[in-house]
């Protein structure tokens, strides 16, 4: 075990004892931060540096000391994972370590002499923390709820700067907790990724690429873009990564300028059939710059039909077929885009954006094998920040890159980019597959359950992680049930389906995607509860009181399940 030291000048009596009290533990490696004589200093640095030791995983465990211990234990207590208990006798550590993990001791030299730091130091290494045991699972929901603060401490300074927001961004921390979240493409980040993201990086100007900046002072710059590149390849197995792009819209846009000259056919699913606005929507700059072909689903099982879809590429000829969408509940067979691409001679783009996360993990087949390009954003199933990423094979690179920078951005997010290295981090680790695994069981069992209680569902069902109810088979529209389950604190979007006659501001449909719930490690057996509250609710649409006993029901529900 390796313990780091930290003292002041007040603490500096104590020092000597204190380090040989721990090395009578052989398996303990003391490493002594300081300070090393009497000469005045500010107990704040060696706080600090101890803290941060234990913060980075660098060592497991800190002792501090100084004239009373309150400092210490003050500045060392503002770290995220820190636990520093100001110990005066041994019971004081006993308690501390039995009850709340302590992994810092703090000593005051004004209590504690030389002689009796053993029996303390004793108490604090023998006694083990009782949270893991059923007895004690008190003080391990209790150590929860301190590290989490209802994720309020992440807020340390805005509430004093500018009430008016923190009270918005507390309000919405509140609602997150307190809802059934089913926007398909939201999730929850990590509170890593989202220190990442709003950490000091946002104060930087980096434009171009590592290596190769317009702007001085980029060293660490690079060091965790290249971080992000480097994983962004290996997560998928791509050639090359772009992790510059500001959003999914923009990383589309950065393919179509490097493969396409303005005027050239792009094939795409069209919006209205689960397509994205940036595929082509006459809406979208991507629509006004291009032209545009559209494919459909087949009526008739409103899946893609790749017969259809390849007969539409021998009439248009595209230059570029794209494939992805934003409203689709079925597995896409990329390696048939690809031969519909080959036949007619054409570039093939996938939009993986809402799948990612299932890439990721192994729950949906990649497209990376198959495509020339591929975009994405960041957040949704693969649940980092909200920003965009380019693969492709390494002979579209070049021109990759010079389509982002300068052809399309200037200066690159650098914190953004530092949460996006994070999540792909936390992609790469074996638990993410069951992640990904869950969300698309989660997602059949909603389906299974909404199609038992009588609703239709596009396409039959799902693959992935949405569903696409068609409300308007139930004498509804996607407007009402949106705005009547949000009531409830059952939060989605309305949705167009295919061959919709509604307007796209009413829809015949709602979308309810699993990531963010299952995020939150809701399971099979708890989409069954949430089926039952959408289907209650959409059958008695008229029932306002219906809907907030329902609100309540949530609430209590969603308190089990804690949001990261």
Same mark, same amino acid.
Request: hydrophobic residues 45%; proline residues 3%.
């Given at each position: 075990m390796k313990i780091a030291f930290g003292c002041d000048h007040g603490g500096f009596p104590?020092?000597?004892?204190?380090?040989?009290?721990?090395?009578?533990?052989?398996?303990? /490696?003391?490493?002594?931060?300081?300070?090393?004589?009497?000469?005045?200093?500010?107990?704040?640095?060696?706080a600090i540096d101890v803290a941060e030791k234990i913060?980075?995983?660098?060592? /497991?465990?800190?002792?501090?000391?100084?004239?009373?211990?309150?400092?210490?234990?003050?500045?060392?207590?503002?770290f995220y994972g820190v636990r520093a208990a100001l110990c005066e006798d041994a019971g004081d550590a006993t308690k501390s370590r039995a009850h709340n993990d302590s992994n810092v001791l703090v000593l005051p030299c004004i209590h504690v002499k030389p002689e009796g730091v053993q029996a303390i130091v004793d108490a604090w290494m023998k006694t083990e923390y009782t949270g893991r045991t059923i007895d004690g699972m008190r003080h391990a929901r209790r150590l929860a709820k301190l590290d989490t603060a209802k994720r309020l401490s992440e807020l340390a300074c805005l509430a004093g700067v500018d009430p008016e927001v923190h009270a918005a961004i507390r309000r919405h921390t509140e609602q997150e907790d307190a809802t059934v979240n089913l926007i398909a493409s939201e999730n929850y980040t990590s509170r890593a990724v989202r220190e990442a993201t709003g950490s000091i990086l946002t104060n930087k100007y980096s434009e171009g690429y590592p290596g190769r900046r317009w702007y001085g002072g980029c060293t660490h710059i690079d060091e965790v873009e290249r971080l992000a590149i480097e994983r962004a390849k290996q997560l998928f197995?791509?050639?090359?990564?772009?992790?510059?792009?500001?959003?999914?819209?923009?990383?589309?846009?950065?393919?179509?300028?490097?493969?396409l000259e303005p005027g050239d056919t792009i094939l795409s699913m069209s919006l209205d059939q689960g397509g994205h606005l940036s595929h082509g929507s006459k809406f979208n700059i991507s629509g006004k710059l291009y032209n545009i072909e559209s494919y459909t689903v087949s009526k008739e099982t409103e899946t893609l039909d790749y017969e259809a879809i390849a007969a539409k590429a021998r009439e248009v000829k595209p230059r570029l077929i794209l494939a992805g969408a934003s409203a689709y509940p079925r597995?896409?067979?990329?390696?048939?885009?690809?031969?519909?691409?080959?036949?007619?001679g054409a570039m093939l783009l996938v939009d993986m954006a809402h799948i990612a996360g299932l890439v990721a993990g192994g729950a949906h087949a990649s497209p990376v094998p198959y495509a020339d390009f591929v975009t994405s954003t960041t957040h949704k199933t693969l649940r980092g920040p909200r920003g965009g990423l380019i693969l492709c094979k390494e002979k579209y690179a070049k021109a990759i890159d010079r389509a982002v920078f300068p052809g399309l951005q200037g200066g690159p997010l650098e914190n953004v980019i530092?949460?996006?290295?994070?999540?792909?981090?936390?992609?790469?680790?074996?638990?993410?597959?069951?992640?990904?695994?869950?969300?698309v069981a989660n997602s059949k069992r909603l389906a299974a359950h909404l199609l038992t209680n009588g609703f239709r569902l596009v396409s039959g069902g799902t693959d992935n992680h949405l569903?696409?109810?068609?409300?308007?088979?139930?004498?509804?529209?996607?407007?009402?049930?949106? /705005?009547?389950?949000? /009531?409830?604190?059952?939060?989605?979007?309305?949705?167009?389906?295919?061959y919709d006659t509604l307007p796209t501001s009413v829809t015949s449909g709602i979308?309810?995607?699993t990531a963010s719930v299952t995020t939150r490690g809701l399971k099979e057996a708890d989409m069954l509860k949430v089926a039952g509250w959408i289907s209650k609710i959409l059958a008695n649409i008229g029932d306002t009181n219906l809907r907030k006993r329902i609100r309540g029901d949530v609430i209590d529900f969603m308190a089990q399940f804690q949001t990261p």
């Open positions: 104590l020092k000597e004892a204190t380090i040989a009290a721990l090395k009578t533990y052989p398996e303990v /490696e003391v490493e002594d931060l300081g300070t090393f004589d009497r000469d005045p200093v500010d107990y704040s640095d060696y913060a980075e995983g660098a060592v /497991e465990r800190g002792v501090l000391i100084c004239t009373t211990g309150i400092g210490m234990a003050i500045a060392a207590n503002r197995g791509a050639e090359h990564a772009n992790v510059q792009p500001h959003c999914g819209a923009s990383a589309n846009m950065a393919v179509y300028l490097a493969a597995a896409i067979d990329f390696a048939k885009f690809r031969e519909i691409a080959d036949s007619v530092a949460g996006k290295a994070v999540c792909f981090k936390e992609a790469l680790q074996p638990e993410f597959a069951q992640y990904a695994a869950q969300i569903v696409l109810v068609d409300m308007a088979a139930s004498g509804l529209n996607g407007k009402v049930a949106q /705005e009547a389950l949000d /009531e409830a604190g059952i939060i989605c979007n309305k949705n167009a389906i295919p979308r309810l995607g």
